[in-house]
């Protein structure tokens, strides 16, 4: 497919827009058909090759090691891959509902066709096909509609192919499919503090989002806007499965639409709103009480001298 002047246009317009976004939403894009020139790698390669998911955990790992002043023996290999696999969903995950919530149009997330640059600090670099990209505008859905298209395109593909093999190094399924719930729902927050002004948004086919217009003196009705979308897609995605029942409360701003989830509070009975069935068990990383995250399913991390080979996840896969 040849891409032509306006698409190229579009295309830049969509890339822009992604990275007002944040770091977890930016892309690049090469040729389709072209080779990866190393540092890039293809993305399948990460489920097909063998030790090469293994390679990027031992990144992770000792990227954790270094931050949590220890050996890189002493962190313990699923924390590494727990927290190695949640930031490989978000950027899996991140961009294709920036394409949703900017354009309307379904991007092609598919493994075969994108690349990937390994490394442990922020976001890792992502590239997907100039074609996959310019065909993600060319047909604009409702929130519910692309909910479903996400679910199945998306979840089911390369989420799932990540899930799978995560599990490998001992992650449960409950866990890592926790942290991916965990990643949609704390995507909206990021489309909230979106930096439109500085997109090259006259560039891109972006009328069909209400954005086209917005300039400095607009960015804030257009943020809202934007996040009002983002919050749709992200609530009709919670609710498909698999990632349905792994988290109580539906409401991607972190409260419970009816208030009556009794599993979505806390020990003192304060409604918590969206709060996740599993633990990412960073908390294993130190040897003190430590903070739970905002969604974790522990109201707080058990002491070290009562955690056993599962720590906190145990209670987790009960919940």
Not at 91 to 104: E, H, N
Request: hydrophobic letters at 45%; proline letters at 6%; aromatic letters at 4%.
């Amino acid at each position: 497919m040849s891409l032509t002047g306006s698409s190229r246009a579009d295309q830049a317009g969509v890339l822009a827009g992604l990275a007002g976004l944040g770091p977890f939403f930016v892309l690049d894009a090469h040729p389709a058909h072209s080779s990866p020139v190393p540092p890039w790698r293809p993305l399948a390669g990460l489920f097909d090759v063998p030790g090469a998911l293994e390679a990027q955990v031992a990144v992770v790992r000792e990227a954790l090691a270094r931050a949590s002043g220890r050996p890189a023996e002493a962190v313990e290999l699923r924390v590494a891959a727990s927290m190695a696999q949640l930031g490989l969903a978000a950027r899996l995950i991140c961009p294709a509902l920036g394409v949703a919530a900017l354009t309307g149009g379904l991007l092609d997330v598919d493994a075969a066709g994108m690349r990937w640059q390994p490394g442990a600090s922020g976001a890792v670099a992502l590239s997907i096909r100039d074609d996959a990209l310019a065909a993600a505008t060319g047909c604009v859905r409702d929130p519910a509609t692309l909910a479903d298209l996400l679910a199945a395109h998306l979840l089911a593909g390369p989420v799932r192919a990540l899930v799978e093999a995560t599990r490998a190094f001992g992650v449960s399924e409950q866990v890592l499919w926790g942290n991916v719930a965990s990643v949609v729902h704390g995507s909206v927050a990021l489309f909230g503090a979106a930096d439109l002004a500085g997109a090259d948004l006259a560039g891109a086919d972006l009328a069909r989002a209400d954005l086209a217009r917005a300039d400095l003196a607009g960015a804030d009705s257009a943020r809202a806007d934007l996040a009002g979308r983002a919050k749709a897609i992200v609530a009709g995605l919670l609710s498909q499965p698999p990632l349905r029942d792994r988290h109580h409360g539906s409401d991607p701003e972190g409260s419970d639409p009816d208030g009556s989830d009794p599993d979505g509070s806390d020990q003192d009975g304060k409604q918590r709103g969206f709060r996740r069935r599993s633990c990412c068990l960073v908390y294993r990383l130190t040897d003190s009480a430590a903070p739970v995250c905002g969604d974790c399913v522990l109201d707080r991390a058990p002491a070290p001298a009562r955690r056993g080979r599962n720590g906190g996840e145990g209670r987790a896969l009960s919940r």
